[in-house]
């Protein structure tokens, strides 16, 4: 059995951990219910993705080479990461907050400290926002990402080598 990967953050209250069994895809799947709403903004599909425990579960299981991590406030679930990687060189990175602890900062020092993690391993590492999430482009811009391209209705932001 492999070691759940954590990944601290540079607030002491929080930390990222790799969901790695039931209890977590417990908080997620609690957290996803709580905030359907809240996550089908903006076209996410995450809300219509997971609509019972065992499709968190599955989606656990057959991740791949897709890091999956809890955003966690002490023991409090809070929101989700992810990273995604693309060929050898570069990762996507995508998240969400609980609508009930958006605006106080988890989304920004997780992005922050994924990236961080990330760096070494990967020459670009990049996130796309739907244009008008400007709330998801603001994390972004304050973890150190920035702007540089826009696909369609997306924009693409980059961390910068």
Excluded at 40 to 69: C, H, P, W
Excluded at 78 to 86: L, S
């Amino acid at each position: 059995m492999t070691e759940r990967l954590i990944v601290p953050t540079e607030r002491e209250d929080v930390d990222l951990r790799q969901l790695s069994n039931l209890e977590d895809d417990l908080a997620y799947f609690q957290a996803v219910d709580a905030n359907r709403e809240h996550l089908s903004q903006f076209g996410d599909v995450t809300a219509k993705k997971y609509q019972t425990i065992e499709d968190v579960t599955k989606a656990r299981q057959n991740a791949g080479n897709i890091l999956r991590m809890g955003i966690w406030n002490s023991e409090a679930f809070v929101g989700f990461m992810k990273a995604t990687p693309h060929d050898d060189d570069e990762a996507e990175i995508g998240y969400w907050v609980d609508g009930r602890y958006v605006g106080n900062g988890f989304a920004t020092v997780a992005t922050r400290a994924l990236a961080s993690h990330l760096s070494p391993d990967y020459e670009r590492i990049y996130a796309e926002v739907v244009i008008g999430n400007e709330a998801s482009a603001h994390v972004l811009t304050s973890a150190g990402f920035e702007k540089t391209d826009a696909r369609g209705n997306r924009i693409i932001f980059e961390l910068p080598k």
